[in-house]
């Protein structure tokens, strides 16, 4: 298979909302990482979102450089020419974009997908961009994403918004914040549908929250109130006639329960964005290699080691069947394992 065409990932978004299942969005930062994540998505028989962060990007350039567009082109360029391989489509993303970010960022990947790509009648490279108006207040968040999400449609992209705040902290960005913040309400959705349509204008996919926190956490230490996400697709859909009228993306899933995801995913979710447990699921297998092969990855006492052990290949494998497995994880509690057609 391969990265998804557009009309290919909206098909992917149909299928999802409709079999009430949701797609793993996985945050990386490196061609490594890329292609762990296309082996959990195979393993699990379902498609998938590769995304990565604007530090993700930078680091991706090199991490003395720290070039955001260079790196994520770099990103995209490598799964486009590596996810042939695998029986699976993916979708290409770019995740948290605050308004300090865009005009160096974002906005340069759009005119850069436009130029390069679809205006000679190729299919962009990423098919996706969230804006992150989650800092702003909630009329300048979405004067912002009604001129993006004009702007995607010509580059045959969809557009991703969040509405509300995510608590916590991710990729250096903290939101600490708590209380009635970290709740979108029914007020949001009506706005948010009265300024860019309900698809009519172009598609985008809502991140609502409803008590999400970026971060590590225990199971249990984070309440999350899925049922949020109900109460404002009912309010919206009464008001114009439509049923589950946004396609919705959760983040900060790290210590929900399956329970609390799988009702999210019932309510409209159709991405989750999975990150710190991907990177520890990365990790760990690293650090097990290290310890158990302390002699022959350190030269000890003057000896030489042990090549086959210090190989970066040799624990990388082992780091990339980590994340693989997380992922089938996660695909098996968002429904979508065995969903790829």
Known sequence: MAV???DQYAEMIDRAKAGKFAYPA??????QTAIAALQGFSDANTDGIIQVSFGGAEYLSGSTVKDRI??????????????KNYPINVALHTDHCAKEVLPTWVEPLIEWDLENRVKKGLNPLFQSHMWDGSAVPVDENLEIAERLLEKSVEAKKILE???????????????DVDGDKLFSTPEDGLKTAAKLGLGERGRYLTALTF????????????????????DIQKAVGAEYGKDMPFDLVMHGGSGSSIEEIQTAVDNGVIKMNIDTDTQYAF???????MFENYNGVMKVDGEVGNKKAYDPRAWGKKAEAGLAARLVEAAENLRSAGTHV
Do not use: Q, W
């Open 4 to 6: 998804a065409t557009p």
């Open 26 to 31: 996985v945050n990386v930062s490196s061609s």
């Open 70 to 83: 260079a790196g994520s082109l770099a990103l995209a360029e490598f799964v486009h020419a590596v996810a």
């Open 161 to 175: 918004i969040e509405v509300g705040v995510v608590g916590g902290e991710e990729d250096g960005v903290v939101a």
């Open 211 to 230: 008590g999400n926190v970026h971060g590590v956490y225990k199971p249990g230490n984070v309440k999350l109130t899925p049922s949020i996400l109900l």
């Open 283 to 289: 990790t760990r297998p690293v650090v097990s290699h």
